[in-house]
């Protein structure tokens, strides 16, 4: 082997060390979903349970960044906690037409101040969520998480 082969097998070899600790540092560090959109289900989970707090640590990031987004605040840091989602009868409540109340709670916090979130929607019962309750369940709580979203990007 001649000597420039060595230098390049070493200088080669020193490249993907050097890459392998650089990327190996880089994929240990922390960092939030979508830009600077952090979601806490952590009490809606003991609350809750899963799969209804599995849904919105997946949904929220998500409508949160582009919610935020459409009001000009893109990538702006703001952490959510959500504390619990009240889904109403789902055969039918006392509003207009039979719909029933669901709600949201939780809390949306900018720059260290937490500004506490109720958002509310309307479901509508229909026969075929009766046999498809856990896919009816997540819808509504996909809406819920639209509307926490829409609200919380108002008011940061």
């Given at each position: 082997?001649?000597?420039f082969e060595i230098k390049r097998r070493a200088v080669l070899g020193a490249f993907v060390l050097t890459s392998i600790?650089?990327?190996?540092?880089?994929?240990?560090?922390?960092?939030?979903?979508?830009?600077?959109?952090?979601?806490?289900?952590?009490?809606?989970?003991a609350e809750a349970g899963d799969p209804t707090a599995r849904w919105v640590a997946e949904e929220l990031p998500r409508a949160l960044t582009e919610a935020l987004a459409s009001v000009g605040r893109a990538g702006a840091p703001v952490r959510a906690r959500i504390d619990s989602v009240i889904l109403g009868p789902?055969?039918?409540?006392?509003?207009?037409?039979?719909a029933s109340p669901d709600q949201i709670l939780g809390e949306v916090i900018v720059a260290?101040?937490?500004?506490?979130?109720?958002?509310?929607?309307?479901?509508y019962p229909m026969a075929v969520d009766q046999a498809l309750a856990e896919q009816s369940n997540h819808n509504r709580v996909s809406q819920l998480v639209q509307a926490f979203a829409y609200w919380a990007a108002r008011e940061v």
């Open positions: 082997m001649s000597k600790v650089v990327l190996s540092g880089a994929l240990a560090q922390p960092r939030a979903p979508f830009g600077g959109v952090r979601v806490d289900v952590t009490s809606l989970r789902s055969s039918g409540g006392q509003g207009p037409q039979g260290g101040v937490a500004q506490p979130l109720r958002a509310s929607t309307s479901y």
